[in-house]
């Protein structure tokens, strides 16, 4: 880490400190402290209307979540919303101090204690839980937070624990900032797109039909899903069911009046405008460090969330999903969420399975990786889901 003091290493021209002595301090300094959560939600309750943008901001048309309808005449008794959905209820950044350091979100530890019914409403607790100095290829220093968000609903019952991983890597211009090599885009030729075509018109939604516990055979592999090609169609419907921390004209003026370092200078107009624009626009993002405008990591793993709820059923239960991400997942790339049967057991009279995940683009790059544990029903009585 640089031996400067902060006040010394923000160039006002690019926003742009490096990480400086004493930085890690700093972003162990609330470690136990209960948090605000000003700005990192965007739904309390999960209203069928919610629950449907947010399922269609990651292309999820299943029925179980989309239409109270259907929900009402499954055992649930009610419509249902995926576990991720609680993203937008609290994005899972735990991330403070540590002004102008950019946020690059790592990964989730998720585990759910019971379905997520519609119109569940939420409080949640969020503290920080640890802070370590982390060394790597693309940026030689870099600090993640680790956090623990509780989510409780309207009958006092805890219904998630999640621990975010959120990495602080100074942007590309600062001393030892995250430096990717800018990457062109992906051009596929009209036989990969008919093979993108079929694998998302031949995707696997089980439904109603049971996913037996018996029926699941150790070391095989599941369906797998398909995103892409990364589009700004594809950010613009993320954000809009899954929520964003960004603020539009006067609200984000005062925000920038209250967080100065929260923001960058557009070169184009010289006016600030938020850092995280570089999800959609390349060359921001090359000031970032990353190789082009990418994707959110609460959206990626809500893919794999999805393509396990498409698998098991409405029958099942998606109790534990824990994902890294480990490369940016740029514009133009695809992404092959998978998935291997690692093992199955009975636990406490569940029947439960768990999982091996990645996410792979189309350059065989393992941008995501991770494990899952579903409770499925059984053809013994004797057991329950």
């Known amino acids: ?54 399922c269609w901001g990651i292309g999820d048309d299943n029925p179980l979540f989309c239409d109270p309808a259907y929900g009402a005449g499954t055992p649930w008794r009610t419509g249902l919303a995926p576990g991720c959905f609680l993203y937008t209820v609290d994005t899972t950044v735990v991330a403070p101090k540590l002004r102008g350091i950019q946020w690059l979100y790592g990964g989730t530890d998720w585990e759910w204690f019971e379905p997520i019914r519609h119109r569940d409403s939420f409080t949640v607790r969020a503290r920080l839980l640890d802070a370590v100095e982390k060394r790597g290829s693309k940026a030689p220093a870099f600090i993640v937070q680790t956090g623990e968000v509780l989510y409780t609903n309207q009958r006092g019952r805890r219904v998630a624990r999640a621990l975010g991983h959120t990495a602080r890597t100074p942007r590309a211009k600062a001393k030892d900032g995250l430096k990717y090599a800018p990457r062109e885009t992906h051009r596929y030729s009209v036989e990969e797109l008919e093979h993108i075509a079929h694998a ?41 069911g899954g929520g964003h921390s960004y603020q539009a004209h006067r609200r984000a003026h005062l925000h920038r009046q209250r967080h100065p370092a929260d923001a960058f200078i557009n070169a184009d107009t010289g006016a ?63 992404s092959w969420c998978k998935a291997r049967i690692a093992d199955k057991r009975i636990e406490e009279r569940a029947h439960v399975v768990d999982l091996e995940l990645s996410v792979v683009n ?12 579903v409770a499925l029903p059984s053809r013994d009585n004797t057991a329950s889901v």
């Open 200 to 240: 998302i018109e031949t995707e696997e939604l089980r439904g109603a039909a049971p996913q037996y516990w018996e029926a699941v055979e150790v070391g095989s592999a599941i369906q797998p899903m398909l995103k892409g090609p990364l589009n700004i169609t594809d950010m613009i419907c993320w954000y809009s």
């Open 1 to 54: 880490m640089s031996n400067s003091d902060p006040s010394t290493t923000t160039d006002n021209a690019t926003q742009t400190p490096a990480l400086w002595e004493g930085a890690l301090d700093e972003a162990r300094s609330l470690i136990g402290v209960d948090l605000r959560r000003t700005g990192q939600y965007w739904n309390t309750e999960a209203t069928p209307d919610a629950v449907r943008h947010f």
């Open 362 to 373: 189309q350059l065989g790059e393992t941008t995501a990786e991770g494990t899952a544990v």
């Open 272 to 334: 600030q405008d938020s850092a995280a624009r570089g999800h959609t626009e390349g060359k921001m993002a090359r000031e970032v460090g990353m190789p082009g405008g990418y994707d959110v990591g609460p959206q990626r793993i809500s893919w794999l969330g999805q393509l396990l709820t498409n698998w098991m059923g409405d029958g099942g239960f998606l109790t534990r999903l824990s994902v890294r991400v480990r490369r940016p997942n740029i514009f133009g790339d695809v």
